[in-house]
């Protein structure tokens, strides 16, 4: 277990005799971010194979020996396991829209099925993935600047330079103890994975300079049609602080008259939204302006932006 820099008593919670078998905690003086907490257990880890496993999520029985025997039958594959909401979240309109969320991503993921409850994934997700640690020793490890999300796409592209495959086993499925249930703490939490999602294009480009989150959030360019400059004018005054938080106090506003699931549903994908688009605006400002292509983000003069 690692402790990313808790400032509260999370590190001797882990050490305590529950539960009753052996274990080690490792722990960071201050928080550097998932994939820096992720490389430092992989560091001191001594086994043949690696199982990352998110710290919201709630295992099933027999997860340690699903992952091994499906790796063992499908060699040359890493094998990522599902997720559902724990029952407390699907209780509110909000949870039941993250749990679509959810679903709709892993179905997103499914390029091919290969057996009962089994598919070839397009992009693994390391919350619930095993593989062999020999594997890492060609990759590399998570690169250290994605502290939030991406971290598991950009080693995906290291993955695929040695041939190596994603495996979806809908068996080893863990209840999702979602740490974000409410709206506005999940919106907050955009603002930096938009950052890591903009560092990770820097990174990567290609195909990826044309997904939908560069699209719709970057600068107004001449490859915009009206509707689309419209939107990103109007996004460009309702990411303001104020203007976000009365946003936030409607929403609530309309839970507390239970509005339908359809309707609420609507007013959280353009919150979130929002908050997504003050995230790449701030990350496009604080990108390294020496970076040619970091340049073009900013100033608007990539064609596909």
């Avoid at 490890?141 to 993955?159: G, I, M, Y």
């Amino acid at each position: 277990m690692v402790d990313d820099g808790s400032t509260d008593d999370t590190s001797e919670a882990a050490t305590a005799e529950i539960p009753p078998c052996p274990k080690k905690v490792l722990r960071h003086r201050e928080n550097r971010g998932i994939s820096a907490g992720r490389n430092l257990a992989i560091k001191h880890a001594r086994g043949g194979i690696l199982i990352f496993v998110s710290d919201d999520l709630i295992v099933p029985e027999g997860f340690v020996q699903a992952h091994l025997e499906t790796l063992e039958r499908y060699p040359g594959y890493w094998v990522v396991g599902g997720f559902k909401q724990h029952e407390k979240a699907v209780t509110t309109s909000f949870g039941r829209y993250l749990d679509s969320l959810e679903s709709t991503w892993e179905e997103a993921r499914k390029v091919a099925s290969i057996g009962p409850s089994l598919w070839e994934m397009s992009w693994p997700t390391a919350r619930n993935l095993s593989l062999p640690r020999a594997d890492l020793d060609k990759t590399g490890l998570f690169d250290e600047q994605f502290r939030l999300v991406c971290e598991d796409q950009d080693l995906t592209h290291e993955a695929w330079r040695f041939g190596i495959k994603f495996l979806y086993n809908s068996e080893i499925t863990c209840l999702h103890n979602e740490q974000l249930l409410e709206l506005g703490r999940f919106c907050r939490s955009q603002i930096g994975k938009a950052d890591d999602t903009l560092r990770f294009i820097l990174k990567r480009g290609g195909n990826h300079l044309n997904a939908p989150v560069v699209l719709v959030n970057g600068p107004i360019s001449r490859a915009d049609g009206a509707t689309t400059v419209i939107k990103k004018l109007a996004k460009s005054f309702l990411m303001r602080r104020a203007v976000l938080s009365m946003v936030e106090a409607l929403i609530s506003l309309a839970e507390r008259l239970r509005l339908p699931d359809r309707l609420l549903w609507r007013l959280y994908r353009h919150a979130i939204g929002l908050y997504i688009f003050r995230g790449w605006r701030l990350a496009l400002r604080s990108v390294d302006r020496r970076s040619s292509l970091a340049n073009e983000f900013s100033l608007g003069g990539h064609t596909h932006l």
